[in-house]
């Protein structure tokens, strides 16, 4: 089945710096790759997402970049504030089967 | 804006009890699922179903676990015999299906065995 992998576990930046987030999975079937973002005691909720035939989409301070060749796709967060702190979740769905699968996450805090 | 809801926020049930969880999706979405959440780990896919049956489970998902949609709005997760170990965050999510892939996720049930 698919695996997906984060990297890395934890980053602390400081505020104003940007953010990096990476992650690569196994089934070349995957075609859909979410990005959700989950403050403490709530839901995970989707920030960005990107499709198998784009390699990068962009909304305002968030980037994700997708290589399928390599199977890495990429979260790019720039001048991060304070209330960006979250764990951040990449995902990989597969239409046969209908499943989303997580990564392990990575919990981002941003210093003032 | 429309969104998927789930009930009880928090269960207390005892090792051994059934539990029915319970989540109402988005109403025009096609592909429901449940995902489990241990405190301060990932997100675990447990099921996906569509068109009344399930699509794909997980390892996760033994016989211990079922998924029903019994009317038509809810989407139903039962335990039948609950382990200590089942204690986790369960989050409900549909989607619309293709091409809007796009998973919406409930507040989720804290369920705790004791």
């Known amino acids: 089945g698919e695996n997906v992998e984060q990297h890395p576990s934890t980053l602390s930046v400081q505020e104003g710096d940007s953010a990096v987030i990476k992650c690569t999975y196994s089934?070349?079937?995957?075609?859909?790759f979410p990005w959700y973002k989950q403050e403490l005691g709530k839901r995970p909720q989707l920030i960005i997402d990107i499709r198998s035939n784009v390699g990068e989409k962009k909304d305002q301070r968030i980037a994700v970049t997708l290589n399928k060749t390599a199977k890495h796709f990429s979260l790019h967060i720039t001048e991060t504030q304070p209330e960006d702190s979250a764990v951040y979740f990449c995902a990989s769905f597969k239409a046969a089967g209908n499943k989303l699968t997580f990564g392990g996450g990575t919990r981002v805090l941003v210093k003032p | 804006e429309p969104e998927v809801t789930q009930t009880p926020s928090h269960q207390v049930t005892q090792m051994g009890q059934e539990v029915i969880l319970r989540c109402v999706p988005i109403?025009?979405?096609?592909?429901f699922y449940w995902y489990r959440q241990i405190l301060g780990q990932k997100v675990e896919f447990l099921v996906s179903?569509?068109?009344?049956?399930?699509?794909?489970k997980s390892e996760i998902f033994d016989d211990q676990f079922s998924v029903e949609r019994p009317d038509g709005s809810n989407f139903t997760l039962k335990i039948r015999s609950t382990k200590l170990e089942d204690s986790a965050m369960y989050f409900c999510a549909s989607s619309a299906g293709l091409p809007n892939t796009e998973a919406f996720f409930g507040q989720g049930t804290r369920l705790t065995v004791v």
């Open positions: 089934d070349s079937a995957s075609n859909y």
């Open positions: 179903f569509y068109n009344n049956e399930i699509s794909e």
């Open positions: 109403s025009n979405h096609l592909y």
